[in-house]
């Protein structure tokens, strides 16, 4: 029987990134004040963080969010459904590793929770072997030679207290930074309380700013959305974010043929083929997909190619830090969401290193891999348990 002749140096290149140890912990972070939108108030988010360590002490690091409780679920998938399958298998290997923990949630589950336990060891993968390759990983996935990608500065949160005059004024706060795209919630209140908001940021940001409408999944029905639209309409909304429940794709559909809005979805979906199904139903013209959600890297970029085949943009959702390697490697990427501040998006508190932005655009890092690591001082600030293998 023939054999394959394996040079010593692949060998011992194959040997280095086998998987020692894969390592899950769970971090609640406090939001300084609860945020609304427009169907739940949060008090909390919590994080599920992974780290992925090879035979060479090479490693790469993986995060989600995993909800604003019991976000535990997400690191016990990791330690006890995924983290067993991978040890001793070469963190090379990353289409076969995806493919085993696919197979291996098929009873669990294979959205929420469990989806996002795949996507963040997916993405501890990724990080690991563009870490190992000296390569950023936005480079390391053949990103072009940009040096910045466009960004939305995402805002606009309901708060006690928060008037239309005090929404106004936070999304021109966003334009003096230099955004050319800002993004608010809608939804929450009837159709006049909303267009008064959304008649006050955009005077407040003038007609040339992009005006993104995030509403989080507010309404059962299309004559019900389709009466909110008309209000916001004369605004000149960029999209409308999340209109119906992730599983109302028909809705999605439906509202996409009466009104001249874009509509935008997906930051809640996994999987290629939930998402094949949105593009054959014309039901979203951007899809924000979340490697941290939909299935990793790897499937966020088979999400991305499937889109782009039919004309349809990618923009995708939270996680400003992973994104923007992404959205510097996908030709039909345009913008990452962007919080200035660590308000809503509080994982920003638990990494080394922030991205830096002007006039509107990111700088896509250049360190190996992500471009940074766990605050580890943060980390065990917020954490709920500890850094653990499987069973442990």
Partial sequence: MNQAIVEPEQADYQTGSRIVSVEARTIRVPLDRHTAFSTRLVTARDYTVVRVTTADDRYGI???YSGSRAGMLVTYAVRELFAPLLRGR???DVEGLWRA????????????SVMRALSIIDIALWDRNARGAGLPLSRYLGGTSSTTVPAYASGGYYLDGKTPEHLGEEMASYVALGFRAVKMKVGRLDPRGEEARIRAAREAIGDDVLLMLDANNAWSDVPTALEYMRR?????????EEPFSPDDIESHAQLSRRTPVTVATGEIEAGRWRH?????????????SDAAVCGGISEWRRIAASAAAVGVTMCPHWFHDLHVHLVASTSNARYVEFFPDDQVLNFRRLVDTQLEFADGRLTVPTRP?????????ALNEYALDDWALEGT
């Fill in 62 to 64: 993986g995060f989600c």
């Fill in 276 to 288: 094949q199904e949105l593009l054959d139903k014309r039901a979203a013209m951007i899809l924000q």
């Fill in 369 to 377: 891999g992500l471009g940074f690591d766990f605050d580890e001082a």
């Fill in 232 to 240: 916001y309409e004369p605004f000149n909304p960029y999209w409308i």
């Fill in 101 to 112: 923990m696919y197979e291996e949630s098929l009873l669990q589950g294979r959205a929420g």
């Fill in 90 to 92: 070469s963190a090379l």
